[in-house]
């Protein structure tokens, strides 16, 4: 029986997941139509349309992970369900993670404008670059599979052991392994932040120079910049709130008993998915001008 605390973050998570769902539901399906209209998909809408349908898989599998921890622990464990939902969250996981770190070094390398010579390299080069992100994706697949199967057997082990002193040890050596399985996610992670900062600080050196050499007003230009600003510490805020949450929810597998700091993390980690959908939808005049078509269809 869940706690009044417990139920009430569970809804709010619900609300979450099913909000993500549709929120990404619909980038897809602008970006999909765009794609049937025009006969040729941009690299942007590639990367909004793979982001938007790896969240939603994600948003599924947090859900339904969360809701067998809740309710069915043991027929999750009986059954071997966490096995097969740790291979494909695998698989998931560094798609999202992916996706999200090639629209940031997209709108880095579009947007920043920095002297640097390594910058001024990698801007000439940015189909090479996103070749080489590709190249990481699949090595980081393919270095991450043997090491959820070293976490999958702990996590059996550390539920099925009641010893207490290799209790602790199995402990150890899962959280070794779980920030092994996801040192690839890891590293995709920071160069998704490391770009998002840069773009920031281009971004704000650029405001302050027009500010300026402007008197007495902002330009539309000037606008522009700092609403992407705001959409950038938006993003890095809720990206970096979407690991904390999975953290949470890791934490869960070394305390007993302790559903309300699970379904916390579940709560945390669905924020991402969701309210970052609806920032890129209002954003975006395009996808802005359709979603409004499209509630004045519901609304008549």
Known sequence: MLSA???IL???ATTEAVLGVLGNAFIALVNCADWIKNKKLSKIGF???GLAISRIFTIWIITFDAYAKVFCQDMLISIDL???ISYIWVIINHLNVWFATSLSVF???KIANFSHYIFL????RADNVFVFLLGCLIITWLASFPQTTKVVKDVKMHHFNNTPWLLHLEKSDLLINYVLSNMGVICLFVVA???CFLLIVSLWRHNKHMQSHVSGFRDLNTEAHVKAMKVLISFVILFILHFAGIFLETLYLFLKDKKLVFILGFTVSSMYPCCHSFILILTSSQMKQTSMRVLKGLKC
Do not use: C, D, N, P
């Open 47 to 49: 990367i909004l349309m």
């Open 121 to 124: 390299w990698l801007k000439r």
């Open 10 to 12: 569970l809804f709010v």
């Open 5 to 7: 605390a417990e139920g």
């Open 107 to 109: 709108y880095f390398l």
């Open 82 to 84: 966490s096995e097969g």
């Open 193 to 195: 932040l490391t770009a």
